[in-house]
């Protein structure tokens, strides 16, 4: 190896072990898109609970592989200062802690199962921050949005003491939920973004080992009165069995039975719902499954309904059309199985009031659609929907 080749690997060498003690003063600036939580899709659909561990990056990772976790979002929580920033609650000024928003579906991870996440997944028993962050600002806590969440809480971390898994009293504490302020941009799925510079904070910063070094041989069960998930609405439109033909043609108008069945497009400026700006969902005409609501609406001037987003991708269904020769992208219902109309690129990416929207065009036919008014939506049996319009 020549000399000059000798210099630059100290110096690469040097570089990258200084980038482990400075990663967390010197944030990375990355302009990956950001989602911040309120935009989170459907996040009213989801629960909610709010973690401190240490080191946000690790945690919002660690969570964000959790099966039931939708998704992380980094931030602050506990402190006196509105809106801070991470500077500040780095030094220890603000009494914020470093937390994460996790924001999960129920019906598949409990409560309790999320809390025991977060003592296997760092040192609940470090009252003084969290491995080589030093501070108040790096401590563990879970903070609880209602009185059965708090008693979750202490009863998972006492059962988890009880068992005397760790060599020391868990010293993670529950704390009521307080303003949660989300931190910059970069620091948002910082793992993702920055995976060299956050493997190295990670790895040198011992939490792999620690957790490792306590969990690796443990066969830790929660009570199974703990473990309660939430059940599962049921949904006719889940169990929907489709009608025979003879029967949707006795049932159907003839223009909703040729566009369902049969794939027609209806005119232009000369159907139901092309202009209409009532409140409220549109489902579908044959299962009554829900698919659009009028706060995705907007006019794109070709005279079909429009709207920038489904209101859950679960209900819609793509497949390749090429009808008139050329590839365009057909929407169908998914549990009617009815034609719906095609969905086009070239829709809005801000809504005329500043609201960010998808750039997608959903141009779905009126007679595909049923419209239920927002005041009728509880007793029709949407009343889940009723985010939509909150």
């Not at 009815?338 to 809005?348: A, I, Q």
Request: a negative charge; glycine letters at 8%.
């Amino acid at each position: 190896m020549s000399y000059n080749k000798i210099i630059i690997f100290i110096l690469v060498l040097g570089e990258l072990v200084a980038g482990i003690f400075i990663l967390r003063t010197q944030p990375i600036i990355n302009e990956t898109t950001w989602m911040p939580a309120d935009t989170i899709s459907d996040s009213s659909e989801y629960d909610v609970v709010y973690v401190a561990g240490g080191c946000f990056w690790c945690v919002e990772s660690d969570f964000e592989k959790l099966e039931g976790v939708v998704s992380g979002v980094s931030g602050f929580m506990g402190g006196s200062v509105v809106h801070p920033a991470y500077k500040e609650v780095s030094s220890g000024i603000t009494g914020h802690r470093e937390t994460v928003a996790v924001y999960y579906d129920s019906s598949r991870v409990s409560y309790a199962e999320l809390v025991l996440h977060l003592l296997k997944h760092s040192d609940p028993t470090d009252p003084d921050g969290s491995f080589y962050d030093r501070g108040y600002q790096y401590t563990s806590a879970v903070y609880y949005g209602t009185d059965e969440e708090k008693e979750i809480a202490e009863a998972v971390i006492a059962d988890v003491d009880a068992k005397h898994i760790f060599d020391t009293p868990i010293a993670t504490v529950v704390e009521p939920a307080s303003a949660f302020y989300e931190a910059e941009e970069y620091h948002q799925d910082y793992y993702k973004k920055n995976p060299i510079r956050y493997g190295y904070y990670r790895s040198g910063s011992g939490r792999d080992d620690f957790v490792k070094s306590v969990w690796g041989d443990v066969l830790y069960t929660l009570p199974e009165g703990l473990v309660r998930k939430k059940e599962v609405a049921v949904y006719p439109w889940k169990t929907f069995t489709k009608p025979s033909d003879t029967e949707l043609k006795a049932r159907l108008s003839d223009s909703a039975y040729r566009v369902t069945q049969e794939d027609a497009t209806e005119r232009p400026f000369d159907n139901e719902f092309f202009d209409s700006k009532e409140v409220g969902i549109y489902v579908d005409i044959i299962s009554g499954e829900p698919l659009f609501s009028s706060t995705h609406k907007y006019d794109s001037g070709t005279g079909w309904p429009s709207f920038w987003r489904p209101i859950t991708e679960e209900t819609i269904v793509h497949k390749k059309d090429y009808i008139l020769g050329f590839p365009r992208t057909e929407v169908r219902s998914y549990y009617g199985d009815s034609h719906l109309g095609h969905v086009f690129e070239d829709g809005p990416d801000v809504l005329p009031d500043g609201t960010p929207a998808s750039g997608l065009r959903y141009c779905i036919n009126s007679a595909a659609l049923r419209f239920v008014a927002k005041e009728d939506m509880q007793a029709e049996g949407y009343g889940d929907y009723r985010y939509l319009f909150e």
